[in-house]
């Protein structure tokens, strides 16, 4: 029973770390910390501000606007919104829309 337990708090553990970070903080944390993210996607939305971005193997998805670097390090930047910083992509593609800044 133990070992059934363990097994299926992994397989929820993995779950939550595939699925994508949002910008938006925790109710009654700050906000002013960088979105790290070591496997999975980050989506920043319009009308949310992210104080920077890190990926160590993931998507970023850029509607809305970073006030500093987005680094991927295996994954692909959209972007559609604004970075205040730099925009880095290791092993990925970057695809910037026509109004991206």
Request: charged share 25%.
């Amino acid at each position: 029973m133990r070992r059934l337990l363990v097994t299926f708090a992994a397989f929820a553990a993995l779950a939550l770390l595939a699925s994508p970070a949002l910008a938006k903080p925790v109710a009654g944390e700050a906000d002013d910390d960088a979105i790290v993210v070591i496997n999975g996607d980050v989506e920043v939305e319009h009308g949310e501000l992210a104080r920077g971005v890190f990926i160590v193997d993931g998507d970023a998805y850029i509607r809305g606007r970073v006030d500093g670097d987005v680094v991927l390090l295996a994954g692909d930047a959209i972007v559609r919104g604004r970075i205040d910083g730099n925009l880095v992509t290791i092993a990925g593609r970057a695809w910037l829309a026509p109004r991206a800044r």
